[in-house]
C-alpha cells in the first residue's frame, strides 16, 4: 500500500522536532514521511484510514519510550514493518526491544542518510512481502472454501441447508460473547456438515427430517465430522477448525468423543459451540419451537457450556423476533426460509434454513406457475446471508 503520491508510507515518532523536520527533507523524494512528536501522537497517527508502511520510532523519549510505543504500535498496525533507532549498546536491552516489538530493523544512531535509505527499502519490501503472503492465503482460503460449499450444496443440500442454519444462530451468539477467533469459529459451523457429502440421500433425508436412525445410518452421521476434517485438512490455516469440528460430540461434561480427559472450558470454545447448534438444530427440525428447544437443551445440562446456552437463548429469540410473512412476489435474494415452502396440496418444496439465492428463487418461481403452485405466504428472516463466504480476514490469518 503506497501514498497518494506513489512513495511508501513512513511514520517516524521522535521527541525532538527538529530531528523530525531533516528526516522528512533528506527522505521525501524516496518516501512519504509522516511525522509525530512523542509516542502519544505516534499512536493516534496510527489511526489514519490510510496504513503506514513502516514505523520508526526513536528509542529514548519521555513517558513512553521507543521500545513501549513499537510494542504498542505492533498491536495497532499488526502488518506494519517496525524499526528502532537508539543509542543504546547493551546487548541485552537490545534483544528486549526487538522482541517485545517484534522490530525489524535497529539502527544505531547517528545514522547516514544512504544506511537510513537502504534500511527503510528494506523495511518496505519487508511489509509488501507479508502483505502479499497474506493476501495470498486469504484468497486461496475464501477460494477453498466457497469450493466446498458450492459442492455441499449440490452433493448434499439438506446438509448445505442445515449448515446454514447452525451458521446464522452462531453468527448471532457470537455477536453476545464474542470470541477472538470469531473466523475460524464460524468457519467450523459452516464446514462441519461437509462430511455429509458422504451420506446415502435416503440416510441425509432422515437426519434433516428428524427421523429415527438405524444403528448403521448412526454410524454413517457420526462419521460426518472425520469426513469433514479430512476434506479441509489439505487448506492452510485451517488446524483450528479443523480443532474444533474434532471436538464438536464432545460434552461440556467430559462425556462424547473424541476419547480424552478434556472438559468444560478446557473443551476448544468452537467444539463447545458447535455442540449445542447442531443439538439445537435437531430440535428444530423436529418442530420444537425456538423457546421449547432451548429449555430442552437447558434442562439436559450436563453436556452444554452454561454461558453458550444462555446466549443462544438471547439469540434465537432475536432470530424469532425478525421473522415475518411474505408473498411469492415479494421474496427476495438474501432472504431466509424460516419454515419449510410447500405446494397448496402440501408436498414438500424447499427445507426451512435455505438462503434465497437467483437460482432458488427462480427454482420456487417455476413451481408457484404450475396448478399446484406454492402455499402463501412465506415464512422467511431478514438477517444478513452469511452462508458461503469465508470470515477470516487478513490479520487473523496472517
Not at 544506511?115 to 511489509?127: E, G, K, N, P, W
Not at 424469532?320 to 412476489?329: C, E, K, P, R, T
Amino acid at each position: 500500500m503506497t501514498s497518494v503520491e506513489g512513495l511508501p508510507r513512513i511514520l517516524f515518532v521522535d521527541d525532538e522536532p527538529h530531528i523530525l523536520d531533516a528526516l522528512r527533507r533528506q527522505l521525501r523524494r524516496e518516501f512519504a514521511v509522516e511525522t509525530a512528536v512523542g509516542a502519544a501522537k505516534g499512536l493516534f497517527a496510527l489511526r489514519a484510514a490510510q496504513p503506514f508502511e513502516v514505523i520508526v520510532s526513536d528509542y529514548l523519549m519521555p513517558g513512553i519510550n521507543g521500545a513501549q510505543f513499537l510494542t504498542a504500535a505492533r498491536r495497532a498496525a499488526p502488518s506494519a514493518t517496525r524499526m528502532l533507532l537508539t543509542g543504546h549498546t547493551n546487548l541485552s536491552d537490545a534483544a528486549a526491544v526487538v522482541n517485545g516489538g517484534q522490530v525489524f530493523r535497529m539502527l544505531l544512531k547517528p545514522v547516514d542518510q544512504d544506511t537510513m535509505s537502504a534500511a527503510l527499502r528494506d523495511c518496505v519490501l519487508q511489509y509488501r512481502l507479508v502483505v502479499s503472503e497474506r493476501e495470498l492465503l486469504e484468497q486461496t482460503l475464501r477460494g477453498s472454501v466457497k469450493a466446498l460449499t458450492d459442492v455441499l450444496s449440490l452433493a448434499s443440500p439438506s446438509g448445505f441447508g442445515r449448515a446454514s442454519r447452525m451458521r446464522r444462530i452462531a453468527s448471532a451468539m457470537l455477536d453476545i460473547v464474542g470470541v477472538a477467533d470469531r473466523w475460524a469459529v464460524e468457519l467450523a459451523v459452516e464446514m462441519s456438515q461437509l462430511g455429509a457429502v458422504s451420506l446415502p440421500p435416503s440416510v441425509a433425508e432422515k437426519l434433516d427430517s428428524g427421523d429415527p436412525l438405524t444403528g448403521a445410518e448412526r454410524a454413517m452421521v457420526d462419521q460426518i465430522p472425520a469426513v469433514s476434517i479430512q476434506l479441509i485438512s489439505a487448506i492452510p490455516r485451517l488446524a483450528p477448525v479443523a480443532e474444533a469440528i474434532r471436538y464438536c460430540r464432545k460434552g461440556f461434561d467430559g462425556s462424547g468423543g473424541p476419547d480424552d480427559l478434556v472438559s468444560g472450558e478446557q473443551i476448544p470454545f468452537g467444539g463447545r459451540l458447535l455442540r449445542l447448534v447442531q443439538d439445537h438444530d435437531a430440535l428444530m427440525m423436529r418442530g420444537l419451537p425456538p423457546t421449547a428447544a432451548v429449555a430442552t437443551l437447558r434442562a439436559d445440562g450436563a453436556p452444554y457450556d452454561p454461558a453458550l446456552v444462555d446466549a443462544l437463548a438471547v439469540a434465537s429469540m432475536a432470530l424469532s423476533d425478525s421473522i415475518h410473512g411474505v408473498h411469492m412476489a415479494d421474496l427476495q435474494t438474501g432472504m431466509v426460509l424460516a419454515a419449510a415452502v410447500t405446494s397448496r396440496s402440501g408436498v414438500l418444496l424447499v427445507n426451512p434454513g435455505q438462503e434465497i439465492t437467483d437460482g432458488l428463487l427462480t427454482r420456487l418461481r417455476n413451481f408457484a406457475a404450475l396448478e399446484d403452485g406454492v402455499a402463501e405466504p412465506l415464512l422467511v428472516q431478514t438477517v444478513p446471508a452469511v452462508i458461503g463466504g469465508a470470515t477470516a480476514d487478513a490479520a487473523a490469518i496472517g
